[in-house]
C-alpha cells in the first residue's frame, strides 16, 4: 500500500468526527487481526496527532473497559511526542487525564523513564540500530559535521533515548504508535515508510497495520462484503 493512501486512511477518521470512531470502536471486525491494545495505539495516537481532548477523552473510557491498563494510555500518547509535538500531547492528555478522574485512576501514575543523562544517547542508539540496522549507519553516515549535533546526537538523545527506552509499552507496540501518529500527521510519507519498515521488522504484520487503519476508517470496512 502507497504511504499516501495510509495517511489519508487516517485523516479520514478526523474529518468524520467521533461518531464514526464510536461505530468503529464496537465493530468486531476491526479486532480480526488487532488486539485491544494495538487498536488504542492507533486510534490515541490518531487523535493525539490531531490534538483532541475531547475524542481522547471518550476513547481513554472505552479502553480501560477492554482492560488497557493507565500506564500504556499514558504511554501511547507520550509516545507521539517526538514526532507531533509535545504541545499536541499536552492537549490531549488534558482528556485522557480527564477519563482517568472519571473512572477514579489515582494520579499521577508511577515514571517510566528508564535512562538518565548520562545512558539516553547510549540506550537510544541502540534502540536505532535495532529498528534500522545499516541502513541507518549508511544515512547518518552521510549528514554533515556541522548538522552531526542537531540531526543524530538529539535523535539519539530526545526522540529515542529518552522515549522509546520507557517502561509501559514494549517497542513493537510504541512503533505502532508513531505508524498512527505520522499517518494522521500526512505529509510525512517518507517518515512512514520508514516506519511501515520498522513495524514488520518488529512483527507486526500486513493485516495488523491494514486493521489499525480500519479502525480509523469506517468506509472501508462498509464496501467490503
Known sequence: MQAISLWLAAAIVILTGWAI???????????????????????????????????????????????????EIREIVYQCAPYVGIGRVQETMEGVNDAFKKAHIPLPLPTATTVTDKNRREAGEQIVMKLNGDRMKQILSQVAKDEYDLRVNDLYDFCFGDFYTRSGLSLKDRELVVFGAIAALGGCEAQLRSHIG???????????????????LPSWDSREP
Open 21 to 71: 470512531v464510536k461505530k468503529y470502536l464496537k465493530s468486531k471486525r476491526t479486532q480480526r487481526n488487532t488486539q485491544p491494545l494495538q487498536k488504542y495505539c492507533a486510534l490515541l495516537s490518531c487523535v493525539t496527532a490531531q490534538a483532541l481532548p475531547e475524542a481522547a477523552e471518550k476513547i481513554v473510557l472505552r479502553a480501560l473497559k477492554e482492560k488497557v491498563s493507565p500506564l
Open 198 to 216: 520498522a513495524n514488520l521488522r518488529e512483527g507486526t504484520t500486513k493485516a495488523q497495520l491494514v486493521d489499525a487503519l480500519r479502525v480509523m
